[in-house]
C-alpha cells in the first residue's frame, strides 16, 4: 500500500466510481469513438450519481466536496479507461460561478447544474487568432441598454453542442483603452439555448480524439446584462482564479490515465510469451513500464501537494502547474511504453490502447501548453526576465 493510499480519504469515492465506470467498458468508448458521438448515458450517470456536482456547495444542492474529491472522481474515471473530458470543464467552470457571481446567478444556475437539468460544460475562451495569448482575444460585447452584443468566434469551444450554458470570456474595452492589457475583458454566462440560430452558430471540429469540440461564431448575439459575471471589465481576473484547480483536476485525469496504461502495460508484459518467456522478463520491455510508472508516482505526489496547499487556502500556483505538466508527460511515457510493450496489438482498436493514446496526448497541449508551463515556472517561480 503506498502512503497516498493509506492516507486517501476518498477511497471509499474512487471504489464507487470504478463501479459506475465498469458499466462504461472500451466496447462503449470505441463505438462513441468511430462516430464522434457524445457519451450522453455516461454522462447521465455521473450526474445521477451526484459525482459532477462534487464541488456544488450543498446549499445550492450539491455536494459541497473538496477538490481533492473532484480530482480522485476523475482521476478513477481515466484509470478505468473512460473519459472525463466529456464533462470535466463542469466541476471548474462552476467556480467561476461560485466565486464570482450574484446571489441570483447562483440561484438561478448551481441547483439546476447539480441536479442535471442544466448543463454547464462550455468554455469559450480561446480564439483563433490569438490562441494562448488569452489577453489580445478580438470577441467583443458592446453594452447597449440592458444587454450585450456579442461579435467574434471562438475556436475549440468544447462540448458546446452538449451544452446549454456557456461561460464566455470578451473584451468590453478595446484593449488600446485600458492601462493593462489584462483590464478591459468580461465574462458571461451565455444561455446558448436562447441564442443559438440568432446570433450563435456552432460548428463541430473533427479532431485527432474523440472530444465534442467545436468553433462558434457570434454575430450580434444579445446576452443579457445580468449576464455579466461579477463586474465589468474584471472577467481575465475570475478566469485566472480557477486556473490552479483546472490545471490540479486535469494533472489528476493525467494520471489515472497513467495508471491505466501501466496497468495493460504489466499484465500483457506478464502474459505475452515470445522466445519461450513472458516479454516483460526481458529488461528493455520492462525498464520503460518501469520508468514511466516512477515518473507517474513523483507526479501524483506533486498533484496531492497542489490539492491541499488549494484546499488550504494557500497559493498553489507552482504546485498546479508543475503537477499538470508532470502528470501529463507521465501519462506520455506509459503510453509510449505500453503501445511498445504491446507491440502489433497496440495498434488494434479493440485493444483501446490506441484511443488512449490519442487522448492522452491532448494534455500536453490543452487546457495550457507545457512551454507556457515552463515559462510561467521561470518568471514566476524562479524570476527570470519575462519573456513575452
Ligand atoms: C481538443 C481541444 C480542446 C480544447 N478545448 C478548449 C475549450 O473548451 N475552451 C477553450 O477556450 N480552449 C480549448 N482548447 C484550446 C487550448 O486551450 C489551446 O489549444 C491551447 O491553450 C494552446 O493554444 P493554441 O492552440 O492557440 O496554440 P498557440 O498559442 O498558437 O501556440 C502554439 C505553440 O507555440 C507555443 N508558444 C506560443 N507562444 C509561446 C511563447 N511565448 N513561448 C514559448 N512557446 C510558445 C505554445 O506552447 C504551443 O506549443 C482546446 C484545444 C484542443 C486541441
Redesign the pocket.
Known sequence: MTPTERTDPHAEIREEVAKLCARFPGEYWRKLDAVRGYPTEFVHALTESGYLAALIPEEYGGAGLPLSAAAAILETIHASGCNG?ACH?QMYIMGTILRHGSDAQKQAYLPGIAAGTLRLQ???????T????TTSLRTFARREGDRYIVNGQ??????AEHSDLMLL?ARTTPRDQVKSRTEGLSTFIVDMRTVLGKGLTIRP?R???N?N?TEIFFDNMAVPAENLVGEEGRGFRYILDGMNAERLLISAESIGDAKWFTERSVNYAKDRVVFGRPIGQNQGVAFPIARAYAQMRAAELLVGEGLARFEAGLPCGEQANMAKMLAAEAAWAAAEACVQTHGGFAFAEEYDIERKFREAR?YQ????????I??YLAEHVLGLPR??
Not at 471562438?154 to 462540448?159: D, G, L, N, P
Open positions: 473530458a470543464a462550455a468554455f469559450g475562451v480561446t480564439e483563433p490569438s490562441g494562448t495569448d471562438k475556436v475549440w469551444t468544447s462540448r470570456l471540429i479532431a485527432m480524439m472530444h469540440t491532448l497541449v490543452a487546457p495550457i501548453s507545457t512551454n507556457l515552463l515559462s519573456s513575452y
